[in-house]
């Protein structure tokens, strides 16, 4: 069975991943209505990423013999700026997602739960490595110049 502190910490990061998911839909909408299919794609995967990721850690509560509740999901942004802005806004939920998933591994650490801390080495790795990818298409769309640079980037992004 989870330590109360370990149960609180998941159950609180599951409910935040299932907010995440939706927040990266709302970009994908936002992307699809302006006709960058790339973009959107690229924003929905994420979204599916943070549903599996939700369902994932719910299920280790779960198996832990311990119970959790998630909350309403309210407050999702339907509107994000420019192709850069709204990576940008990305960019931040997820570090915000990042660091919240460092305090529940450095909270394992410290209790002593080897299986939490095990669990959440592989959403930790792939945590870091979308962050480093939404980084390099920031960067990239700053590069691009406008939005001529922001359809042929995208147009890009549907081939991959």
């Known amino acids: 069975m989870l330590k109360q502190r370990i149960a609180e910490a998941l159950g609180s990061y599951a409910d935040a991943a299932v907010w995440s998911s939706r927040f990266f839909l709302s970009i994908s909408l936002q992307m699809e209505y302006e006709g960058y299919t790339g973009f959107s794609r690229w924003m ?3 979204y599916v990423e943070y549903n ?3 369902l994932s850690i719910i ?3 779960l198996e832990q013999g311990t119970h959790t509740v998630l909350h309403d999901i309210t407050n999702i942004p339907s509107e994000f700026g420019d192709v850069p802005e709204a990576f940008e806004q990305g960019l931040i939920q997820l570090m915000r997602m ?5 305090q529940i591994v450095e909270l394992a650490q410290a209790e002593k739960d080897n299986t939490t801390y095990t669990k959440l080495q592989p959403l930790l790795l792939k945590q870091v490595k979308t962050e480093a990818n939404i980084s390099r298409i920031i960067s990239r769309l700053k590069r691009g110049g406008g ?3 922001y359809s042929l980037y995208d147009y890009m992004m549907q081939l991959t």
Do not use: A, F, T
């Open 44 to 46: 929905r995967n994420i």
């Open 147 to 149: 939005e001529s640079g």
């Open 52 to 54: 599996c990721e939700s």
């Open 98 to 102: 990042g660091d919240s998933l460092e």
């Open 59 to 61: 299920d280790y509560i």
